[in-house]
């Protein structure tokens, strides 16, 4: 709770975490939907904004504000299965490669590698494509959480490794706790900070790759997110139409959250570490 | 022992990354349980592809080869590499027969010149001013910037490119906010057509050149920040060195290692993200043909467009690895 | 009796920092009076985090925000008068360091240019201060210099990296003597070496102190460097000087339990009794214990202790004391 007060008072923090809550508060709006997010033509077709349609409506006649709230539900919810899902593999391989090194750590430190040089996106395109018909929500967060651990286990590794050299490992390893109690117990506490501020850029990561997945048509385009929103705006040619409202939605939400994710983990690690402030937020 | 520690180690690591992505590259197609082959030609036809009855075959003929359902595994694995490595990336299956190395060979140019141009200026121009605002970071004009970048930094490419989209399509008319050239220009080397050229780039270079420069300013003032701190820039500060060589031989000169070494780890990034604003700019480069590829349904030519870049990031990687050892004596002479 | 070279009056310097909103006070240098006199090496000694370092960053004017003088002056004798550091431009003190004053790090990895070739660090330091006329001079000048100090001139060409640690060391010596300063600041210059290496490290500079006839100023933890080199050592402790005097009489009859603990901790040749060292960790220079700062690991503490910081007692004419034991005539010496 301290921990929480003293980040409030970054004033980067402060906005990063209110905006965020906004967001969820948004995105739980859709409970309260009049309109069904699968049907189209509920509402008469693009209309400017006005009192009755807020953000106006777009060329599925669908109602621009209560398409986005689900937009926003649904983007989270991607973003928070890639990251949970990726954190599993990252916290697993990151520790194991870390307390085992040698050969295991070498391997990991090749993949990593390999995964940062090799066009990921383009690997990614080339598999949504094959499967295109079934990627909805849990399928896509599936997908991106297998391609998006790679980084985040690399530092969670040399962090164990830094813990590997302190004197509690030798006192714990010498009284003879387990390998796995250590890791659990004892580096984990440390750890979970780390672990989380990787969460909150894999995040961002994942809806980045949502954005652009949609944006190439790759995703089930009836399913509302920030991305597909983008990708109807595109194929309707919104902003040459002059259907302004329409683009500007999804992109103000998607830079006030792309905004506010960075924002929470710039000053968390920050937090953690003011001297490795040096960190790579990967949005694709 | 340079050779040995540093570029055997580097040219084992970019045939093995290569060897890997082609070899992903093979597989994901096998992965699937449904037959990619039927799949990839209902697709075609779904979306309205008219193929005469030899092209029919021909594609098939090509799409059982490319996914491997020919033969043994490993023959038609060995034969993949053959192909590639004769430059043969198959044929386009939409614009039949077109071989698909002759439709990237359009598109590179655009591409590459896009790319090139605007990440050096953009890692340049964000190093220098990320330099001085790290070195002055007290000053309100240092901080003023880094306000900015902390804003635009987080956005993706697209995201980026979209907000000026905007900007410029409705409350500024400055520049033409899709296309290459102006329609039925032909491609030449006369000043009409690259002036064109370069006033339809404007905008998809300008969107790149901002965001970059935003990442790297970011970082450079953070290296800079800590490289002030390092005892051998407090040492030559107290030996009376003047501030003009503290600042650029000390400081800069040291971190602009780090910054040589992320600009070889993000190049993949920078790469993904150029592709998506080609589209969102109709810029007709390697991202717009692979738009079209997808939305086409040619396969062939998504996997011809990923081979192809594999090879080419990787090998703009291993350049930039094996030109980083002239900026660091420690490798050098090690 | 020499003439004091430089002085500090009731120096403080604190780091003031912000921690989300919170003001921290790290009190580094803490009322601290030196009278250092020409042609002498003075020893400082005192344990890691005790303020040794900022207490030198101070008295080569190389302060730089969070750490600032809050209390008290650093003055310099130049020609024949007391000069105020804080009176001097930025420009004047970068033309004193290396002529007037100079500066020998710790001869860690890190000291020198990790990008540049020696004899390019040595450029910088003589464009620096030598007008364009005279650099070819000084240049040649600095090569005899490396050799007389026993360095290869090959060494020229090496990177920092290529040097083993006591070549390191000698190179910043070489460097801290180009130009014949007045005073040498050295700053754990024996620290990162190894036992052999530290004697020839201490040599060299008790040579260079005898051929240029200066002021050194060394700051090391080492109470075996300090026997072997200073003529007069002060001993730190939280921030402040607890006791000075004359190297003899430092080591000979320490006054103060603090400075007992540390000549104790010394082997001695032919004593196999176990060494004892300073029971508990030093205080925390943010969050000072109240009166002497030494109490709480004291083993002679008495009331008054906890409440007020004791001044000092004169001993002797060339030894005095900040210790409350002495004050009142009852010596604390550790039986």
């Known amino acids: 709770m301290k921990v929480f007060r003293d980040l409030l008072r970054d004033y980067r923090f402060f906005f990063g975490f209110w905006i965020l809550v906004l967001m969820l508060v948004f995105a739980s709006l859709s409970l309260f939907s009049p309109y069904d997010p699968g049907l189209w033509g509920e509402v008469p077709r693009d209309m400017r904004p006005s009192a009755e349609y807020w953000l106006g409506t777009d060329s599925n006649g669908q109602d621009i504000f209560w398409i986005a709230t689900f937009a926003v539900r649904n983007s989270l919810t991607i973003a928070l299965i890639a990251g949970l899902v990726s954190r599993l593999i990252a916290v697993t391989v990151g520790m194991v490669a870390g307390y085992l090194g040698g050969k295991s750590d070498r391997a990991l430190m090749f993949v990593s590698d390999s995964l940062l040089v090799i066009p990921l996106f383009l690997m990614i395109v080339m598999l949504a494509m094959l499967i295109r018909d079934s990627m909805g929500v849990v399928s896509l967060g599936l997908l991106l959480a297998i391609f998006g651990w790679a980084w985040d286990a690399r530092l969670i ?53 949502e954005i652009t997945l949609a944006i190439l048509g790759l995703l089930d385009t009836s399913v509302p997110t920030l991305g597909t929103m983008l990708y109807w705006a595109i194929s309707y040619q919104a902003v040459l139409l002059g259907r302004w409202w329409w683009v500007l939605t999804p992109i103000v939400l998607s830079i006030l959250l792309f905004v506010a994710l960075y924002w929470l983990s ?15 937020v990967g949005v694709g | 022992m340079f050779v040995r520690r540093y570029l055997i180690p580097r040219f084992i690591q970019y045939i093995l990354v290569i060897f890997v992505g082609i070899t992903a590259v093979f597989f994901i197609p096998r992965l699937l349980p449904n037959d990619p082959v039927l799949r990839t030609i209902s697709e075609l036809r779904a979306r309205g592809a008219t193929l005469e009855p030899g092209a029919m075959d021909k594609i098939i003929a090509d799409l059982t080869q490319m996914y491997g359902l020919e033969g043994s595994m490993l023959d038609q694995y060995g034969a993949f590499w ?24 359009t598109a590179l140019p655009w591409t590459a010149g896009l790319l090139l141009t605007t990440t050096i200026l953009a890692w340049v121009i964000g190093n220098v001013l990320g330099a001085f605002a790290g070195y002055y970071s007290a000053s309100r004009w240092s901080q ?35 296309g290459g050239a102006k329609l039925g220009m032909q491609p030449s080397y006369s000043w009409p057509f690259i002036q064109s050229v370069l006033w339809h780039s404007f905008l998809p270079a300008l969107s790149i050149v901002i965001l970059g420069m935003a990442v790297w300013f970011q970082t450079m003032k953070l290296v800079v920040q800590s490289v002030v701190g390092e005892s051998y820039v407090q040492y030559a500060r107290l030996g009376g060195v003047t501030e003009r060589k503290i600042v650029t031989r000390y400081v800069f000169r040291n971190a602009l290692l780090p910054q040589i070494t992320g600009l070889a780890l993000s190049l993949g990034l920078i790469f993904s993200g150029a592709l998506i604003t080609e589209i969102v700019f109709s810029y007709p480069g390697l991202g717009t043909l692979l738009y079209r590829a997808i939305i086409n349904g040619d396969y062939n030519l998504i996997m011809g467009i990923t081979v192809f870049s594999i090879f080419a990031i990787t090998t703009i990687v291993l350049i930039v690895d094996l030109l980083y050892p002239l900026f660091d004596p420690r490798i050098r002479y090690s | 009796m020499e003439e004091i070279i430089l002085k500090t009056e009731g120096l403080k310097a604190f780091y003031v920092l912000d921690v989300y909103g919170k003001q921290k006070t790290v009190k580094a240098v803490n009322d601290v009076d030196l009278a250092i006199r020409e042609n002498e090496i003075y020893g400082i000694a005192g344990e890691s985090g005790c303020g040794k370092t900022t207490l030198l960053k101070t008295l080569a004017a190389a302060m730089e925000p969070p750490l600032r003088i809050v209390d008290g002056r650093v003055c310099y004798h130049i020609a024949g008068a007391d000069v105020d550091v804080s009176t001097l431009s930025q420009e004047e003190i970068r033309r004193l360091r290396l002529e007037y004053i100079a500066y020998v790090p710790q001869g860690s990895m890190s000291v020198l240019n990790p990008v540049a070739r020696i004899k390019d660090t040595y450029r910088d330091f003589i464009e620096s201060h030598i007008s364009t006329q005279q650099r070819d001079e000084a240049f040649l000048l600095a090569k005899e210099h490396i050799v007389e100090l026993g360095l290869p001139p090959k060494i020229l060409d090496a990177y920092p990296h290529q040097l083993s640690g006591g070549m390191r060391q000698r190179v910043t010596i070489a460097l801290a003597t180009l130009l014949k300063p007045r005073i040498i600041i050295g700053d754990e210059p024996t620290t990162a070496l190894d036992v052999v290496v530290q004697r020839g490290v201490v040599q060299l500079l008790k040579d260079v102190q005898r051929k240029l006839q200066n002021t050194i100023i060394l700051v090391t933890h080492d109470m075996g460097v300090h026997a072997n080199i200073a003529d007069r050592i002060g001993i730190m402790y939280a921030g402040k000087i607890v006791e000075e005097g004359s190297t003899d009489k430092i080591f000979g009859d320490p006054e103060h339990p603090y400075t007992q603990y540390l000549i104790n901790s010394l082997p001695k040749f032919g004593d196999k009794t176990p060494r004892e060292s300073v029971p508990g960790s030093p205080p925390s220079l943010a969050n000072l214990p ?5 109490h709480p690991r004291c083993p002679h503490v008495k009331e008054i202790c906890k409440q007020e910081m004791p001044g000092f007692t004169q001993v002797e004419s060339n030894h ?10 009852e010596h604390g010496k550790a039986a």
Do not use: H
């Open chain 1, 157 to 209: 590794r040399s962090q164990i490794l830094s813990l590997r050299e302190r004197e509690f490992t030798k006192t714990a390893v010498l009284s003879g706790t387990g390998t796995m109690r250590l890791v659990l117990n004892e580096y984990m506490p440390y750890s979970t900070p780390l672990i989380f501020s990787t969460l909150i850029n894999n995040m961002a990561w994942a809806i980045g790759l």
């Open chain 1, 266 to 280: 710039v000053s968390i690690s920050e937090y953690l570490d003011p001297r490795r402030r040096i960190q790579r």
């Open chain 2, 82 to 105: 053959a192909r590639l490595l004769r430059g043969d990336l198959g044929v386009s299956f939409f614009q039949f027969p077109t071989p698909v190395s002759a439709l990237i060979g």
């Open chain 2, 144 to 178: 003023g910037i880094d306000a900015v970048a902390m804003v635009i930094r987080p956005m993706p490419y697209y995201i980026f490119a979209f907000a000026l989209l905007l900007l410029f399509a409705y409350a500024i008319r400055w520049f033409p906010v899709s």
């Open chain 3, 290 to 294: 109240p009166g002497c700062p030494f």
């Open chain 3, 320 to 329: 005095k004391v900040a210790c409350w034991l002495v004050g009142e005539g």
